[in-house]
Each structure stands twice: as structure tokens, then as C-alpha cells.
């Protein structure tokens, strides 16, 4: 869902899903990460890419490697 959000430019709504899974203790690996920045990328949406790409930086299980 949190996908589908992202790709149809619903900001609001995927920011909230995020923070539902955060709130919820859910951790997210690399390729959640990278498939939500690429989400918001391809919908044109760079600057809140760049807030989900630095949060995966700060992450508590940091990504093996930056996708990008």
C-alpha cells in the first residue's frame, strides 16, 4: 500500500502509513528504502525522496550499501 501511495503522488497519505509502520516498530531494510525513493523520484517528487533517503542513512540497521 505504502508503494501505491508513493507512485500516485498521495504524500500525505504514504508520510502517514510510514509513520503508522514506524509507530508500530516496524524496520525497514534497504529495499523498502530504495523502492519508496525511487517511487517518489519517478513521480517527480525529489525532495521527499531525499527526506526517506536520509532517514534510511540514520537508520538503526543502516543499508549494507546507499543504492544511490
Do not use: C
Not at 33 to 41: C, E, K, N, Q, T
Not at 42 to 48: F, I, K, Q, R, V
Amino acid at each position: 500500500m505504502l508503494m501505491m501511495l508513493a507512485r500516485n503522488r498521495k504524500v500525505d497519505e504514504s508520510r502517514q502509513v510510514w509513520k503508522d509502520l514506524k509507530r508500530e516498530e516496524v524496520l525497514f531494510d534497504q529495499h523498502t528504502f530504495g523502492d519508496l525513493v525511487r517511487a517518489y523520484l519517478d513521480s517527480g517528487l525529489p525532495t521527499e525522496a531525499m527526506d526517506i533517503y536520509n532517514e534510511m542513512r540514520r537508520s538503526p540497521d543502516p543499508p549494507l550499501s546507499l543504492p544511490f
